[in-house]
């Protein structure tokens, strides 16, 4: 029987379709095949792997380097600046003179002291004379009294000659008292004077302004002929050869921090340590604790007087423990922490007692190290249980 070739073409094309119906049947149950059954596809999570390592509980603070010594030089009585001897920028010794005062009056009443205390000496040197003299005096007039007296009781002379004698033995004893009251007064005008003397000495001392320490001036605020007072800042000397770090220390902040702890302070990216040396003893009117950190040697390399520098108070340190992600920790309804540890692509549950913690990483115990830990599941927590199946996404 002969078969048209339209009749043809109609069976080839039925036959193709029919063979990709098979191919597909066949490939859809292939797949089916490989799909996990109803309800037991694995949960999607993260993880991450425990390791063992140290951890540090920090404090950040901002910091400024500070010079360890800043004096604000003024002068100590007034009088106009008559020569000043520096610069800012320069390099100063200690004892280095870097202001003279005007000191002309001081020195003029210093002389008119001097001649005061050379005429009260004359005047004590003849006094002195006088004294002697006069001892002498009194000496001879009470012999001659006692020999009067006696040659009156005898009746060899009349009392009224006794008498005379003996009030000449008197006078000539006051004029010896007024002399030595005299000489007392000048010795104590001399001593007063010397006193008055050394005083002005230490006065004409201030109008020289000299450098208190070896240091750098930074600042002058004052030129030759401008009159300088007390309290009046004239230049600004600081010593470099030592630098300390300062930050304040929040009210909030106190019953951690104190002197002794370590300080970690980043310098062009290198971490450099040294110990907080001395906080000040009340709060400044922002509630806030000064801080300081001397620095010696390589500590002060690389730092500029000003620069700010990030400092961080090492509250602890625990070393060779259990790091994880702070991610990792889930809390429980009855107040304690666990962790879910994959195990086989199995889900078990870790009870964990938290050593320190940072923002991001926490110390614990409960976990070993090279333990795979999950830090997240896109389900969200409640639906992860010890004995799950899990699939971890890399």
Known sequence: MKISRK?????????????F????????????????????????????TAKLGNLSTKIDYLAVVEPVRTANVSARLTASVDKLLCDEGDTVKASEVLIELDGREIKNDIASVQANIAQARSELAANQATITSLENSVAYWNREARRDKT???????????????????????????????????LKHLIDSLKNKKAQLETRLSYCTIKSPYDGL???????????????????????????????????????????????????????????LSHTFPSLDKARMLRAEIFLNGAQKEGLSIGQYIEASVVLDELKDVVLVPASCLVECAKHFQHVFVVK????????????????????????QPGEQVVTNTFLGWATLSAGKKVEVLK
């Open 217 to 275: 001036v930074t600042r002058r605020l004052v030129d030759p002929g401008d009159l300088a007072s007390p309290g009046k800042k004239l230049l600004v000397v600081e010593d470099h050869s030592r630098l300390k770090l300062a930050f304040d220390i929040p009210q909030q902040d106190l019953s951690k921090v104190h002197e002794g702890l370590d300080i970690e302070f980043n310098v062009n990216g290198t971490i450099r340590r040294a110990g």
């Open 344 to 367: 086989d692509d199995t889900l078990t549950h870790h009870k964990v007692k938290v050593l320190a913690s940072t923002e991001d990483t926490v110390a614990v115990e409960g976990v």
């Open 7 to 19: 009749k043809l073409v109609v069976l080839i094309v039925l036959a193709a379709i029919i063979l």
């Open 151 to 185: 040659l009156a009781d005898k009746g060899d002379i009349p009392g009224a000659q006794a008498e005379a004698t003996a009030d000449k033995a008197s006078e000539f004893k006051g004029k010896l008292d007024a002399a030595k009251h005299k000489s007392t007064a």
């Open 21 to 48: 119906a098979v191919l597909l049947i066949k490939r859809k149950k292939h797949e089916l095949a490989r799909a996990p059954k109803y309800g037991l596809r694995p949960i999607p999570v993260r993880v991450t």
